[in-house]
């Protein structure tokens, strides 16, 4: 009986509290309040406030801080600051976040410093880290020689670079055209611990082809092998590029054979090349031929296979043919150039074919284009062309006239 009045009695002083505490206006305001700490307003809380708390600040919470600040310039200072705290614990994703706002802001000679800080913290640091500061020098800072000089310093931040930044540095420089270094780097590569891959061999390739150093691109082919590899479609779509733009189709259409029977199936990236190689050549016929092979090859034509077709067509002056080739494109929902309308019109004129002008013209609106002057003049002079002297003479009043719309 003691214990059941004790525990009414508890009950009862329960109630009384809870009924005091709602209608206490203190507690109504608290109950209605939330605490900075604990919820903060997104309207009016400020992260940077954090700092001057305290209160531990979780990993997560301080990168918060520095993904909140809206003026990049103040990234050092906020880091300076945060450096003061007892519970400062750095970390890659902590300095990743703080080099990317310093790029925002453009202050490349900053990241520097950082890089230098981080090697008196002993950070521990994975090759994420450095892919993203050596695409920031080549990117954003245009940097170039610092991009290099990052990849080979890795090693001293006890981190050693992946095949894919080493191919992104080589890359870099093709893009570039900085030729005389692609070497260098590319000779770098068993110091830095990197084992070439096909990617690797494909970049040297393209940076031969674009220098215009043919033979040197194919003794790049002959690595292939040696290093392990099988030559895949992007290495022969390269140096087939390489040799349509040097003139050495015969030297293309044997590649592509050798090709075929290594077993790498052309894509219609491949046919694109030949097929404007034969076009460059004026040989029009073959590179409409060409085209109509691609189906039996297995390879279906992408808009700019077609558009390729389309120019040869409208080079050889067959300019019925080039509007029916057209007409295909636009059924199959593929918008042809400017340029092929124009010059489409341009030769139906010519032919005094107005009543194939006059579909194209349309088709021409339909697809958004809108001629110009010197087009419009086209069309006219081609239409009225045959007329009376002073019909035309009349036109040409017209056209010169600057009050007319």
């Known amino acids: 009986m003691v214990w059941r009045s004790i525990v009414a009695c508890k009950l009862r002083r329960r109630r009384s509290v809870l009924r005091y505490r709602q209608f206490n206006p203190i507690y109504i305001v ?6 900075p700490l604990s919820q903060p307003s997104s309207k009016h809380f400020d992260p940077l406030s954090r700092l001057n708390h305290r209160d531990w600040l979780a990993p997560n919470e301080v990168l918060q801080i520095f993904q909140t600040l809206k003026d990049s310039k103040l990234t050092l ?26 790029a925002q802001a453009k202050m490349f000679d900053e990241i520097d410093d950082i890089l230098k800080r981080i090697k008196t913290e002993k950070i521990r640091l994975s090759d994420d880290f450095f892919y993203v500061v050596i695409k920031i020098y080549g990117n954003v800072a245009c940097r170039i020689n610092r991009a290099i000089q990052t990849l080979f310093g890795m090693p001293e931040f006890n981190c050693w670079p992946t095949v894919r930044t080493f191919n992104f540095v080589l890359n870099l420089l093709v893009l570039n055209r900085q030729y005389d270094v692609i070497h260098e780097v590319y000779m770098g590569a068993t110091q830095l611990g990197i084992e ?10 393209k940076g031969l082809c674009q220098r215009g150093d043919i033979d040197a691109a194919f003794k790049v082919l002959d690595e292939f092998p040696r290093q392990g590899h099988r ?3 992007q ?32 894509d219609a990236i491949t046919f694109n090349i030949l097929i404007s190689g034969l076009r460059k050549q004026r040989r029009f016929e073959e590179a409409v031929n060409l ?24 080079d050889a002056e067959k300019f019925s043919e080039a509007k ?20 489409i019109i341009q030769g139906l004129c010519s032919s005094r074919k107005t009543g194939d002008v006059e579909i194209v013209l349309r088709q021409m609106l339909r697809q958004g284009f809108v001629p110009g002057m010197g087009m419009w003049r086209l069309i006219l002079e081609g239409t009225l062309s045959g007329t009376s002297s002073d019909d035309y003479i009349s036109f040409n009043r017209i056209l010169d006239n600057p009050n007319t719309k």
């Open 30 to 35: 608290r109950s209605h309040s939330a605490s």
């Open 77 to 102: 200072d906020v880091l300076h600051k945060l450096a003061k705290r007892k519970d400062y614990r750095p970390n890659e994703a902590l300095y990743t976040l703080v080099i990317q706002k310093l």
């Open 196 to 205: 070439i891959d096909a990617c690797c061999l494909n970049i040297l390739i």
């Open 231 to 233: 030559p895949n479609i």
């Open 235 to 266: 290495t022969f779509s390269t140096l087939i590029h390489g040799l349509c733009k040097h003139k050495r189709l015969s030297e293309a259409f044997e590649l592509f054979e050798k090709m075929e029977k290594a077993g790498v199936d052309p």
């Open 291 to 314: 085209f109509s092979k691609m189906g039996h090859k297995g390879c279906d034509p992408n808009p700019g296979t077609h558009q390729e077709v389309l120019y040869a067509l409208l």
């Open 324 to 343: 029916s080739f057209l007409d295909r494109m636009v059924s199959m929902g593929l918008n042809p150039s400017f340029v092929s309308y124009k010059l």
